[in-house]
C-alpha cells in the first residue's frame, strides 16, 4: 500500500475551521443526573427491549438485546435506575423511543466482558462476538453495525481493512484528538479488527492537514503490522469509495459495496471501542464528540456517554457568545440541523456544531442558474442539478433514473451552489420516497 494515493474525480476545498477545537486535549464529561438514550443507533432493525421502568442497572448493564443480524445491543452509560421508557426528540426531528436512566451517583461497573488479553491468537469468530456483544457500530456518522462488515457474506473475499481516520468534514477534530491522545488504542483495535477478518496487515488513512497524529501513529503502528497513509486534503476523502480509491486504486461500482471491491472501511473511534471491547472488556457506552462553532465560548472536545442532551454538552462548553444560526449534529457538510436541546449523544454523534449567523447565508435558497458547478465537483459522477430538479416536480422515478441512489450525501454539491440549493436535502428526500414506494410495492 505503498504507492503514491490517487485523487479521486471531483471533490471541493471548503475551509475547515478545525482551529477551533484541535488544539483542545479531550475532556471527560462528569456524571450527570440522567441520561436520555435513544434506542435505536444502528443502520437496520432496533433492538429488543430488556429493562422496564423501576429496574436498577449497573454501568455496562443490558438495556436492549440485537434482534437479528443487522442490530447491536445497547447497554448502560452509568449505574441508576430506570425512570422512563417513552419518547424523546432524534436526530431526524421525529420522537423516538428511549431509555432515561437516574443516575445513583455512584458510576458503578456491571459484570463486563472477559478480557481478551491474547487476542492475536484469538479465533476471528469469537472477536465477531465481542465486537457485536459491544453493540459497536461505525462511530464516523453511519451507524452501521461493525460485526456485519467483518462478516463477508458467502462467495466475497476481504483482502484490505482500511481505517478511516481522514476526518475531512469540517469543524470536526475528535478523531484527530484521538489519533493524537489514543494511539495505541487506535492501532491495537486497527490490528484486532485485521484480526477477525483474517487479515495481517491494514491501512490508516489520514489527510496531510493531521501531520502530528500521521507521526504519532507511524511511531506505534510498525509495531501491529499497520502501515499509515498520508493521503491529500480533498473533501469528502473520508467517504468509503474515495477512500478505497485514494489507497487501492479500485473503484467500487455504483450499486455495489466495499467488499464487492474486497476492501472493508472503519472509522478510527471505532477502533478504539473495539479495543475497549477486546481489551478492557468494555462495551460501547461513550463517545469523543467534537463540540464547536464560532458563537461556542469555549470549543473542544469531549467524551460523552450516551444519552447526555445537547443542552448539558453546550453548557460544559461554556454556552454561546451569540445566538447562533443553526445547531446540527455532525459537521456543516453532512450534519443534520435540530430543532430541540434536548436530543441526546448517540453512538455516531461526530460533532455539535453551532452555525453563526454571518454563516447562514448558505443556507438560503435560490432558483438552479445552471452553472454546472455541482456536476464538476461531484466525487459520484452523477447530475445533482438535474436530479433536484426532478425532486423539486416529485418525480422521484427519474430521480431514481438519474442514480439519485449512487448520491453518498457529501454535500460538495450544495456547497459550490452560489444559489444555495438543498441540493443534499433534495437527494435524501428522494431516497426516502423510493425506498417508500419499493415498500409499498412489496
Known amino acids: 500500500m505503498s504507492e503514491k494515493p490517487r485523487k479521486f474525480k471531483g471533490g471541493v476545498h471548503p475551509n475547515d475551521s478545525k482551529a477551533l477545537s484541535a488544539l483542545k486535549p479531550i475532556q471527560d464529561a462528569p456524571l450527570l443526573e440522567s441520561y436520555k438514550v435513544i434506542m435505536h443507533q ?4 432496533p433492538p429488543e427491549l430488556v429493562v422496564k421502568k423501576g429496574d436498577e442497572v449497573k454501568k455496562g448493564d443490558l438495556l436492549a438485546k440485537a434482534s437479528g443480524f443487522v442490530s447491536v445491543p445497547l447497554h448502560a452509560p452509568t449505574s441508576g435506575t430506570i425512570k422512563m421508557i417513552d419518547k424523546c426528540p432524534g436526530p431526524t426531528g421525529i420522537s423516538i423511543p428511549s431509555i432515561e436512566i437516574t443516575a445513583d451517583g455512584e458510576d458503578e461497573w456491571g459484570d463486563t466482558f472477559e478480557v481478551i488479553r491474547d487476542w492475536k491468537n484469538t479465533g476471528s469468530e469469537q472477536l465477531k462476538q465481542r465486537v457485536w456483544d459491544a453493540g459497536i457500530v461505525g ?19 476481504v483482502d484490505t481493512l482500511i481505517i478511516n481516520g481522514a476526518e475531512c468534514e469540517p469543524y470536526l477534530t475528535a478523531d484527530h484528538r484521538l489519533m493524537l491522545e489514543q494511539g495505541e488504542d487506535v492501532v491495537q483495535g486497527t490490528a484486532i479488527l485485521a484480526r477477525a477478518l483474517g487479515l495481517k496487515s491494514a491501512v490508516i488513512g489520514i489527510e496531510e492537514n493531521k501531520p502530528d497524529a500521521i507521526a504519532a501513529l507511524q511511531e506505534i503502528a510498525a509495531n501491529y503490522g499497520v502501515e499509515v497513509q498520508p493521503l491529500p486534503v480533498n473533501y469528502p476523502q473520508g467517504a468509503e469509495r474515495q477512500l478505497i480509491y485514494a489507497i ?60 447526555t442532551p445537547v443542552s448539558k454538552a453546550l453548557e460544559l462548553v461554556g454556552g454561546v457568545s451569540e445566538q447562533p444560526a443553526k445547531l446540527l449534529l455532525g459537521g456543516p457538510m453532512m450534519g443534520i440541523a435540530q430543532s430541540s436541546l434536548d436530543v441526546t449523544v448517540m453512538k455516531n454523534t461526530s460533532g455539535i456544531l453551532l452555525i453563526a449567523k454571518d454563516e447562514a447565508s448558505l443556507y438560503t435558497s435560490e432558483p438552479c442558474i445552471r452553472c454546472g458547478r455541482c ?6 459522477n452523477i447530475l445533482p442539478a438535474t436530479i433536484s430538479q426532478a425532486v423539486e416536480n416529485k418525480r422521484f422515478d427519474w430521480a431514481e433514473d438519474l442514480n439519485v441512489l449512487a448520491c453518498i450525501e457529501c454535500g460538495s454539491c450544495s456547497y459550490v451552489c452560489p444559489s444555495h440549493r438543498p441540493l443534499n436535502q433534495h437527494f435524501k428526500r428522494a431516497k426516502i420516497e423510493i425506498q417508500a414506494q419499493l415498500r409499498k410495492k412489496k
Open 42 to 45: 444502528n443502520i437496520g432493525a
Open 139 to 157: 462511530m464516523g456518522g453511519a451507524g452501521f453495525p461493525a460485526h456485519v462488515k467483518l462478516s463477508p457474506p458467502e462467495g466475497k473475499t
Open 248 to 307: 487501492t486504486g479500485r473503484e467500487v461500482p455504483i450499486g455495489k459495496l466495499p467488499m464487492d471491491v474486497h476492501c472493508v472501511v472503519q472509522n478510527v473511534a471505532t477502533a478504539v471501542a473495539v479495543a475497549d471491547a477486546v481489551v478492557k472488556g468494555r462495551p460501547s457506552i461513550e463517545r469523543v464528540t467534537t463540540v464547536t462553532g464560532k458563537s461556542v465560548v469555549e470549543p473542544g472536545n469531549w467524551r460523552f456517554r450516551l444519552g
Open 375 to 380: 456536476v464538476e465537483c461531484c466525487p459520484m
